[in-house]
C-alpha cells in the first residue's frame, strides 16, 4: 500500500509592498494547490494583510479554490486582468520599461511632487483611500473567525511609534486600510484602542513590523515563510531623486524585519550553546520565497500604481518562486531553516 503523503504546517509572513504584493497572490495561489501543506497563521502588513484577509475569507467560506478565487476577485478589483499578455506589436517590453515610463509620465511626477508639498489633511476630499471599496466588500465573520488560519495584521501608532496587531477581535475594515496607510497620500486612520480607552491614530504597518513575526510564535508550528517583496539587495546606487526615495523605503520596510530575525537567530544561538534549555523558548524556523531579481527592475511607480501587465507579471514570478520553494525544501520545513540568517546579516 502506498504511504499516504506526509502533511506539513506552515505559518505565513506576507510583507506590504503596495501593488507589488500581486507577487504574494502567485505565491498564495501555488501553495493553495499543495494539498500536503496546512496554513496555520498569517502575519500581514499592507498589501500582506489584504493577500491574508482574501485568503481566509475564501478557506472559511469553503476551500483551497474558494481561496484562490478570493484572491483572484482582489486583484481584479485593483486592476488585473484574465488575460494581461502584451499584444503582439508590445513584444520586447519588460517590467522595467513600463516601470521607467510610469516614473517620467507627467502624471506620476505631479502626484510625486504635490505628495511632499502638501499633506493629505490639505486635500483630504480629494485623497479617499481606494482601496476602502473594495476592502469593505471582505466578509469580515470569516476574517475574523476562530476557524482556520489565525490571522494578524500590523499597523503603526501614530502617536507612540508602537506595533498594534489586529487579530480576530478587532480585525475590521479600518484595521486592514490603516495596515497600507502611506501618510504622505492619506489621513491616519483612527481606530478605538481599549487599552488607552481612546481613538488612535495609525499609520502603515510596514514602518514597525514588515510583517511582524512575533505573533506566530505562540502556535505549535515553528516554521515561518517569509514572503518579501521588498528588495533586500540594489547592486545599482540610486541617484534620481524617486529611485533615492524607493531605496529608503525599501530599507526602513525590511528594517523591522531584520530586527526579528535577529532576534531568532539569537535565541537560536542560545539554544544550540545550551545556555537556554530546548523547549523554554521557541525555536523558529525561517524560510523565505523572494524575486529579488524582478522587484530590482520594478520602483515606486509600480507600486503606487497598479497595471494589469505588471500584476500578471508579478503573480506569475509569485507562482514560479513558491513552485521552486516547494520543490528544493520541502524536505526542510519541520527540520531546518531554508536560510542563512548570519548571511542576510553579514
Known amino acids: 500500500m502506498a504511504k499516504a503523503p506526509q502533511t506539513k504546517s506552515i505559518n505565513l509572513a506576507l510583507q506590504g509592498g503596495g501593488a507589488h504584493g500581486a507577487f504574494t497572490w502567485g505565491v498564495l495561489d501555488r501553495l493553495l494547490e499543495e494539498e500536503r501543506l496546512e496554513i496555520a497563521g498569517i502575519s500581514g502588513t499592507s498589501a500582506g494583510a489584504l493577500n491574508g484577509a482574501a485568503m481566509k475569507s475564501g478557506l472559511v467560506a469553503g476551500d483551497r479554490q474558494t481561496a484562490k478565487d ?8 485593483i486592476g488585473a486582468v484574465e488575460h494581461s499578455a502584451l499584444p503582439q506589436w508590445m513584444v ?8 521607467k515610463a510610469m516614473e517620467l509620465s507627467p502624471a506620476f511626477i505631479a502626484v510625486d511632487m504635490m505628495s511632499r ?18 476592502v469593505a466588500e471582505f466578509a469580515f465573520d470569516r476574517v475574523c473567525a476562530i476557524e482556520g488560519p489565525e490571522l494578524f495584521i500590523c499597523a503603526t501608532n501614530v502617536r507612540t511609534g508602537k506595533i498594534r496587531i489586529f487579530d480576530h477581535k478587532d480585525i475590521d475594515t479600518s484595521a486592514i486600510i490603516a495596515s497600507g496607510c502611506l501618510p504622505t497620500l492619506f489621513k491616519a ?29 505562540p502556535n505549535d508550528t515553528h516554521d515561518i515563510v517569509i514572503v518579501n517583496i521588498n528588495p533586500l539587495h540594489r547592486e545599482e546606487i540610486p541617484k534620481t531623486p524617486q529611485d533615492i526615495q524607493n531605496r529608503i523605503n525599501e530599507i526602513s520596510f525590511n528594517g523591522s524585519l531584520f530586527r526579528e530575525l535577529r532576534a531568532v537567530q539569537f535565541v537560536r544561538d542560545l539554544i544550540a550553546s545550551g545556555a537556554v534549555k530546548r523547549g523554554t523558548m521557541e525555536d523558529v524556523m525561517v524560510h523565505m520565497i523572494a524575486d529579488d531579481p524582478l522587484m530590482n527592475q520594478l520602483s515606486v511607480a509600480t507600486k503606487m500604481v497598479p ?6 507579471e508579478l503573480k506569475a514570478a509569485g507562482r514560479k518562486a ?10 526542510d520545513l519541520g527540520a531546518r531553516s531554508s536560510i542563512n540568517l548570519r548571511d542576510m546579516f553579514s
Open 117 to 134: 508639498l502638501s499633506t493629505p489633511y490639505q486635500f483630504a476630499a480629494l485623497t479617499p483611500n481606494p482601496l476602502e471599496r473594495i
Open 322 to 331: 513558491a513552485h521552486v520553494f516547494l520543490r528544493d525544501h520541502w524536505k
Open 70 to 77: 478570493k484572491l483572484d476577485w482582489l486583484w481584479r478589483e
Open 92 to 99: 520586447g517590453v519588460t517590467p522595467q520599461s513600463v516601470s
Open 189 to 217: 486612520v483612527e481606530i478605538y484602542d481599549p487599552k488607552t480607552g481612546r481613538d488612535e491614530a495609525y499609520w502603515d504597518g510596514g514602518y514597525m513590523g514588515n510583517p511582524a513575526l512575533f505573533p506566530l510564535f
Open 307 to 312: 497595471t494589469p501587465y505588471v500584476l500578471g
